[in-house]
């Protein structure tokens, strides 16, 4: 899939059928996000594969916002370091390199949490130096969807030519 239909076409998938995800393609998934640039080239991240059922569950019971990561084939924690004025931004990155590598080979994925997760750390056994940024499952969408039929704002609206409130000419 090219990149521009990737991204014209992608939706949130928080139901995944029991499919597993291959080896290959997971593998490609974490290479897209390793490949992601990073200010100073800091790579402030680690990614944390997970396919046990068990612990898809124990992350999901610890996740109010999240319940959907059990059912779920994998899901990859992104941990940055606290230390890294950049984190946040470069794993932001990373995570949507990876949410688009996998939606162009038919995978669903969606954001999950944001920073703070203290349970969910402690769970992956992250060291005192790393916050988890976000927990991403991912999986065969249950229900086909992303053709691009998007409720977004008009680019008129959100696009300005030089200077706020100059209307962006396309």
């Not at 950049?86 to 688009?100: E, N, Y």
């Not at 940024?133 to 999986?139: E, Q, R, T």
């Amino acid at each position: 899939m090219e990149v521009f239909e990737a991204v014209r076409t992608i939706v949130a998938v928080r139901s995944y059928k029991d499919t597993p995800v291959p080896a290959d393609l997971v593998k490609r998934i974490v290479e897209a996000g390793r490949l992601t640039g990073s200010s100073k080239n800091g790579q402030p991240w680690q990614f944390i594969v997970v396919q046990d059922r068990e612990m898809l569950s124990k992350l999901a019971a610890v996740t109010p916002y999240g319940p959907y990561i059990s059912q779920a084939p994998l899901a990859i924690a992104v941990a940055i370091e606290k230390a890294s004025r950049f984190g946040v931004s470069d794993g932001s990155r990373a995570i949507q390199s990876m949410i688009l590598t996998a939606w162009s080979e038919g995978v669903g994925s969606n954001w999950v949490g944001f920073v703070g997760m203290s349970e969910q750390k402690k769970l992956l056994g992250l060291p005192d130096d790393y916050d988890l940024l976000a927990i991403v499952p991912f999986g065969y969408p249950v229900m086909p969807g992303g053709r691009g039929e998007k409720k977004r704002k008009a680019l008129n609206r959100v696009v300005h030519w030089g200077r706020f409130g100059t209307p962006f000419a396309s």
